[in-house]
């Protein structure tokens, strides 16, 4: 006995050639299937190409990313007499140059404020006590992690002698000495700014930074700063009034 086949081919039955015909729902079935197994095709296809898509894509972020890590400003101390704090929350770096010669004969200070963009940050320096006088308007560039340059137009009065700001040959470098918390630096402008232990204490301890002296700016609360003052000998590290310490611009 032969098997017929559900098909519109004619087959033999009984010496004559039959056409059966199938159901109608067999038919729509039948497309239904395709159909689902095209689009699961078209499905896995598109997919396959967002996934590609989407991994070259974090492929070429990763070395910007380990790049922009890299070159990230550090707030701390460093060498030749630079401080440097920078608030994450608003990309502004602010510094603190004091310097001289050997002898005591030249000196070189001056503040310096910008805002972070990308590698470089255009920057102001000034004097801290008269911030309008001698401005000079630079660029803080960074280099690799801890690293970073100063590059000015013309120098402050007495910086030629201590430090190159402004000689494209010899430019002013600076290598992180140690990394504090710093969210600012202030420089004094009291004769002797106590240190507190907390804003609460009623007595002000022995200790005392004077007027000149840079300060780290660890956090805040109104009136006061907790600062970090790192000197030649060991850091100290406590309150003192904000009215002690020149205004930032």
């Known amino acids: 006995m032969r098997t017929l086949r559900v098909d519109e081919s004619p087959v033999q039955f ?74 994450r929350t608003t990309g502004v ?15 070189c200070i001056f503040y310096l404020t910008g805002k972070l963009r990308g590698s470089e940050a255009p920057i102001s320096t000034y004097f801290s006590e008269a911030p309008t006088e001698d401005l000079i308007k ?42 504090y918390p710093w969210i600012t630096v202030a420089v004094v402008k009291r004769d002797k700014a106590y240190f507190f232990d907390t804003p609460a204490s009623a007595v002000h301890r022995k200790g005392y930074v004077v007027k000149g002296d840079g300060v780290g700016v660890r956090a805040t609360q109104p009136g006061w700063l907790q600062v970090d003052f790192v000197g030649n000998g060991k850091p100290v590290s406590g309150w003192i009034r904000q009215s002690d310490v020149y205004p930032t611009r």
């Open 14 to 87: 009984q010496g004559q050639d039959v056409i059966i015909r199938p159901e109608p729902w067999l038919n729509v079935a039948r497309a239904a299937t395709r159909r689902l197994a095209a689009l699961a095709r078209i499905r896995y296809s598109f997919l396959m190409r967002f996934e590609i898509a989407a991994l070259g894509l974090l492929l070429l972020l990763i070395p910007f990313a380990a790049r922009a890590a890299d070159v990230e400003i550090v707030s701390g101390s460093y060498d030749g007499g630079m401080l440097i704090g920078f608030d």
């Open 138 to 179: 630079g660029q803080l560039v960074l280099g690799a992690r801890g690293e970073f340059q100063v590059r000015l137009p013309s120098e402050h009065g007495g910086c030629w002698n201590v430090e190159h700001f402004a000689d494209e040959s010899q430019p002013a470098d600076f290598t992180l000495d140690a990394a």
């Open 93 to 107: 770096v602010t510094g603190y140059f004091s310097e001289q010669t050997g002898e005591g004969q030249f000196s």
